[in-house]
């Protein structure tokens, strides 16, 4: 793996200024110790490595044409951002402990380093961000270079289309990088990623490059650039072809360039440095290059779990471990859809993420990847449903914040009976504030027709999915990321009667009302509390958000002084919230602690436990707060009855 560091050129690179110092001979030593340290940190740390292997070259050669801070980056989605991090001074410690407490992060970060000039981890955000930081720039005077590296997936985002509709008045000088390696996480859809391959084997733009390649070779080297560009533009008007897409939305194709062609690459961003147009090189790269296993298995690699690195296996799961929320759901939708035509699954670019691969496998006439558009497949999905279709849209729930307007103007409000499967609802403990799903129930609550549910276990799920698909109206339903509880799935589904809670254990002093996962987490509580505090202690699993089981939290808190609500989620508009709407619209005035997110947003972690403690949410310290606020109630009262 890793020689020692001092053996290596990688270990002497503190920032861009020494990558600019190596000779050209020494760049691919550089490459190939930046491809070790990727392989040995995210075969460890797990992360985003078939991504970061593709672009290592392409990375290089930005930090020798360019000089970032001054000259600044936009990654998008910023999960192929770790050979950046390796070129500006954060490598060591700090990334061998990558996307893990205390270490750097798994996407870029403004907060983290200087030359993070914009933080992402949703996809599409870069070439809009890009525009506006060089219109900016334009506007103040000032001259540095902006450049945006987006994925051929990026470009089936409406965001990226939005930007390039923008680029022509907005500014003369932009680069955009499209790193085209023909993936999205599984393999790239649509007409846009059949374009980009037919433009990559295209003879006309193969000739292009072709000229390039001559332009250079003709002018002797040491010639300051930018006087042979304008010599060589005034001599060959007609270079550039008003052919291409992208020449049709103001943005100079240049390309396709081999993205591993560390010479290539240089030229052609030197190229683009001089140019006082916007221009878009097209960068063929391999993703996962380096790593035979990523290179025959991208989808896998895209983002992989701990793996050995000389074998590429996954580190096998602990035994017994029960399955994964994603793949119930995606087993529960296929079977469902296999006996009813009208079922059918959506999914923006996250085939394997959501559970729907199997759907996709077992029944493809009824499953739908529309690539990176979240926007498009809940408007996609309203329109099925207007046809007597049950869409299934299965999207993470940070990524449904991008359809926000969908859910409410087109399914909410013309009540269309389309189900929401929201997976990574809570932490995504290694990804960080992007990814954690702590949202969605403040943003989906207050929309009218809709019904939000989360179950407390896999059984419940399936229950939930099959009750969602008889509603009138739409169905949300959130569940966290990874292994279920281990609950057995019944033979057939249950149809749940809307709004109604389950009472787990019958309590006379304190009722913890607990959503979802923190079912589990309510009984050990209840548990304990009985036990240590000697209080008796009842555990209702909420079930629905929305319509909260309203009968029965007013029956209770009619005869208990104390609700404890707990929630994977923030706690502003979240259900401990609906909890105390529900008791202030009854003038009911039992007191509530509410258990669940603070107002922050929640950096990345080792894992969900470590993050908990770190916001006073570990199981100690949530039995020490319900503890004193009972023993305060009890004071109260008690000081209450001497007066
Ligand atoms: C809004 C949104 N939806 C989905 C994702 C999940 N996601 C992360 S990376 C990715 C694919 C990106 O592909 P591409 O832009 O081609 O970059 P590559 O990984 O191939 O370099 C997807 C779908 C996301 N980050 N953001």
């Known amino acids: 793996m890793s020689s020692t560091p001092s053996a290596t050129l990688l270990s002497r690179i503190t920032g861009p200024a020494d990558v600019k110092a190596l000779a050209p001979a020494q760049l691919p030593q550089l490459a190939q110790e930046i491809r070790d340290e990727l392989i040995e940190v995210t075969a460890r740390n797990g992360g985003h490595i078939g991504p970061n292997l593709g672009v290592v070259e392409l990375t290089i050669a930005l930090h020798r044409v360019f000089s970032s801070p001054d000259d600044q980056f936009v990654f998008d989605v910023a999960h192929q951002g770790y050979v950046h991090k390796l070129l500006t001074g954060r490598q060591g ?145 007609d270079f550039f072809v008003e052919s291409s897409l992208f020449e049709k939305f103001g943005l100079r194709y240049l390309g396709p360039v081999d993205g591993h062609n560390l010479a290539a690459l240089e030229k052609n961003l030197e190229f683009a440095r001089h140019c006082d147009v916007p221009v878009l090189i097209h960068v063929l790269t391999k993703k996962g290059k380096g790593l035979d296993a990523a290179v025959n298995s991208p989808e896998k690699f895209h983002g992989a ?179 279920g509880t281990g609950a057995p799935i019944k033979n057939e589904p249950a149809l749940m009667p809307i709004g109604q809670a389950e009472v787990l254990k019958v309590g006379t002093q304190i009722i913890l009302w607990a959503l979802g996962n923190m079912v589990p987490e309510a009984l050990k509580l209840a548990a304990r509390l009985e036990r240590e505090a000697g209080v008796s202690v009842g555990v209702v699993n909420a079930r629905f958000v929305k319509p909260l089981d309203r009968n029965l939290l007013l029956s209770q808190a009619a005869v208990v002084p104390l609700i404890v609500t707990l929630e994977d989620h923030v706690l502003a508009g979240g259900f401990g919230s609906a909890v105390l709407e529900a008791l202030q619209e009854a003038h009911c005035p039992t007191a509530v602690e509410r258990i669940g997110w603070p107002d922050k947003f929640v950096e990345h972690g080792s894992s969900v436990e470590i993050l908990r403690a770190s916001y006073g949410l570990a199981p100690d310290d949530i039995f020490q707060r319900v503890s004193d606020r009972w023993r305060g109630l009890q004071t109260g009262q008690k000081a209450t009855a001497d007066v």
């Open 93 to 237: 410690d700090f990334f061998a402990k990558l996307r893990k407490t205390g270490g750097a992060s798994g996407f870029l970060y403004r907060a983290e380093s200087p030359h993070d000039a914009f933080g992402a981890g949703h996809a599409g955000t870069a070439l809009s961000a890009a525009l506006g930081m060089a219109t900016a720039r334009d506007l103040r005077g000032s001259h540095e270079h902006v450049v945006a590296v987006c994925g051929d997936a990026a470009f089936t985002c409406g965001i990226t289309l939005e930007a390039m509709n923008n680029v022509v008045g907005s500014t003369k000088r932009l680069i955009v990088i499209l790193n085209d390696n023909e993936w999205s996480i599984a393999k790239n859809v649509g007409a846009i990623s059949g374009y980009l391959n037919r433009l990559s084997t295209s003879p006309t733009y193969n000739k292009l490059h072709h000229d390039v390649e001559a332009f250079f070779k003709s002018f002797p080297t040491g010639v300051e650039m930018n006087k042979v560009y304008h010599k060589w533009k005034r001599e060959t008007k």
């Open 305 to 483: 779990s701990p793996f050995d690195p000389e074998t590429g296996e996954s580190v096998t799961p602990i035994p017994g471990t029960p399955p994964n929320y994603q793949d119930v759901f995606g087993a529960a939708l296929s079977r469902f859809a296999r006996t009813n035509p009208k079922v059918l699954g959506i999914t923006g670019a996250m085939p394997a993420g959501t559970g729907l691969s199997q759907l996709a496998k077992e029944v493809p006439g009824q499953f739908f990847d529309v690539g990176i558009a979240e926007e498009h497949a809940v408007l996609f999905a309203a329109g099925l449903a207007t046809k007597g279709f049950r869409p299934v849209c299965a999207i993470y729930s940070t990524f449904l914040q991008r359809a926000y307007d969908q859910v409410i103007h087109d399914v909410a409000l013309q009540n269309l009976p389309v189900t929401f499967c929201m997976d990574r609802a809570g932490l995504s403990p290694n990804d960080g504030p992007t990814h954690h799903g702590l949202f969605d129930l403040s943003y989906l609550r207050c929309v009218p027709n809709a019904t939000v549910m989360q179950p407390k276990d896999e059984d419940e799920l399936v229950d939930m999915l099959h009750t969602s698909l008889h509603l009138p109206g739409p169905g949300f339903i959130r569940y966290p990321r990874g292994a």
